[in-house]
């Protein structure tokens, strides 16, 4: 990209990334490929809007993430979803038989993470961003990513050890 607006095909060639991101954020194959569309239109009718092409998918991630928060908020104000657990066995049926019941235990840990933690995990590991890039997509400081990721990954490694009570102990 040379400076000037991305192209429909650029955008469009982001379209598997995120929707890889946003089944693992949102659970749900279908919800995930709503909320990619929905990120389709937005970045679509506003590409004019980013300011250095070179960051587009962080730019387009930063949809992503804003849209799903609002979607987030609204969904709380109207009552419970259904449960990430759904997905654990669809990710399960994708692995090798001996390692099903991990990936199952992963999941299901996951989910019982906080919303904040859980995205930025998702977005460290999953699509492999920087500090920087964890910073300007959830617009939070360096130093907010870097503790969260830390706790986040230290909850994770206690609830897959089993002990998700000290997990609580030791956060508080």
Known sequence: MDGAAP??????AMVPRLRRYAVALVGSIPDADDLVQDVMERA??????LRDPSRLYAWLLAILHNLHASGHRRRRRRGPEVPVEDLADALALSTAPTDRSAVRDLVRAMARLPEDQRRILLLSALEGLSYRDLSEVLEIPMGTV???LARARERLRVMMEGGEQQVVRRIR
């Open 146 to 148: 870097m503790s969260r």
């Open 7 to 12: 192209t429909a095909g650029e955008i469009a």
């Open 44 to 49: 679509l009718a506003s590409r004019e809007a």
